[in-house]
């Protein structure tokens, strides 16, 4: 099986040049970015297989010798290429605020409760047909100082590595009918509206356990076509 | 029209978008002071691994010339016969990965990368990719790194697309004590070349 990386879907990306979201301000790059050839290099990357990811690296709920407070949430979903094949045996890390939307880093300055049994941060393995599955509390909202009453929407920051260099990507993943949505510029920095929502995770009651969790499920779709797509669809 | 081609087409997903990796990422991604686990560090190359040993040194700046401190850089690199996932090649992932310190620097130590075939039959000189993710960069930005005493780099293709002038920004020099320096300047004067890939 051999991928190709087709440019146009680079479009789903926002622009690092979002100036709404002032820490972009004097981050984003002001010369043109240069169409680089995928090489080696870039076709290439690192794998994780060998990671032993145990049980307590996808339960952030049993990393301490409590449990942390905050709505337990199941967090399930595949990570699929371009045309829809499931990507298997790829690492994902994740990592988020406590309930009170606090983080457990060092600077964070938010006067939110640390959690002494929640430290926010995971890691699992894809399957053989790309699906993964956490266990978490639901993490809470907080305010930054990007504007005068600045609040980010809950979520839980997701980090892939895919097949190659070029499937690389950071994200984060929200919860569905967050008010906070219109109001957050670094969400907003995705034009494509289709594409915002693709970070939206869907509430799922199949997933939920009665008396024990909610459950919500994000697919992550990464960069990677297969080299000799099936024929499109047309007319006669 | 097969109903199996319309349902491929139909179901095509679209590419799922990057946000910022914000500014709290370390006690998961480069969680030593955290004590947790490290994923890959700047190590790339344990003892042992055969080849030229090199240390890379920088700063990351913002377009105000203040360092970054919350950048996390990762690295991957063929290794020094030009082979990427070489079998029996034990030490060696060919990853690193490093948070900035509060002084915006960081550093990678590893072992010389190979030259490497490019496109058409040309060949690159030794190089490593490099993805640079911090808060207020919400795409992951690319670029390489080079060294300053391959004569390859003369004829590298890829260099060869970026315009003269600012070819030095990929290009790391070794200092008097053998270190090389690499900084990445992420707008302004001196900006480094960031590569659509």
Do not use: C
């Not at chain 1, 709920?61 to 045996?89: M, N």
């Not at chain 1, 995770?201 to 994000?218: G, M, N, V």
């Not at chain 1, 697919?219 to 024929?231: F, H, Y």
């Amino acid at each position: 099986m051999s991928l190709i990386y087709p440019r146009e879907s680079l479009k789903a990306h926002p622009l690092n040049a979002s100036p709404e979201y002032k820490s972009t301000l004097k981050r984003a790059p002001a010369q043109p970015l240069i169409l680089l050839p995928h090489t080696l290099s870039e076709t290439t990357g690192p794998v994780f297989g060998h990671v032993a990811v145990n049980e307590t690296d996808t339960d952030l709920t049993r990393q301490h010798a409590g449990e942390p407070l905050g709505e337990r949430i199941i967090v399930t979903g595949r990570v699929l290429d371009e045309d829809g094949r499931p990507v298997p045996h790829t690492l994902v890390e994740i990592w988020q605020a406590n309930a009170a939307g606090r983080y457990v880093h060092v600077r964070d300055q938010h006067p939110a409760p640390l959690d002494p049994n929640f430290t926010g941060a995971g890691r699992a393995l894809t399957d053989a047909q790309g699906r993964y599955r956490f266990v978490t509390v639901k993490p809470g909202a907080y305010p930054w100082r990007n504007h005068h009453n600045a609040w980010r929407p809950a979520h839980i920051h997701f980090s892939l590595f895919g097949p190659s260099f070029l499937s690389r990507v950071i994200t984060q993943m929200y919860f569905p009918g967050d008010p906070l949505f219109r109001y957050d510029p670094i969400f907003q920095s995705i034009t494509d509206e289709n594409a915002r929502n693709r970070l939206v995770s869907r509430f799922d009651i199949e997933t939920t356990e009665p008396e024990w969790a909610l459950a919500y499920q994000f697919d992550i779709v990464l960069r990677g076509r297969n080299a000799t797509p099936l024929e499109e669809p047309h007319d006669h | 029209m097969t109903t199996e081609t319309k349902l491929t087409t139909e179901t095509k997903p679209g590419l799922t978008p990057s946000q910022t990796i914000g500014p709290f990422f370390a006690y998961a991604l480069t969680p030593r002071a955290y004590g947790g686990s490290e994923l890959a560090t700047e190590q790339v190359a344990a003892e042992g691994v055969a080849g030229e040993r090199i240390r890379i040194e920088g700063t990351v700046f913002d377009g105000d010339g203040v360092p970054v401190g919350d950048a996390m850089i990762e690295t991957w690199q063929a290794d020094p016969q030009g082979r990427f996932h070489a079998a029996g090649n034990a030490g060696f992932t060919g990853f690193g990965r490093a948070e900035t310190n509060t002084e915006g620097g960081f550093f990678f130590e590893t072992v010389k990368p190979g030259a490497l075939q490019g496109a058409d039959g040309t060949q690159q000189a030794p190089h490593l990719s490099v993805s640079v993710f911090a808060r207020g960069v919400l795409v992951r930005l690319a670029t390489r790194i080079y060294f300053s005493d391959e004569p390859g780099n003369a004829s590298d293709p890829i260099l060869a697309l970026v315009p003269a002038g600012r070819r030095d920004t990929l290009i790391a020099q070794r200092g008097a004590d053998g270190v090389f320096r690499f900084d990445i300047r992420l707008q302004g004067e001196g900006e480094t070349v960031f590569f659509e890939a």
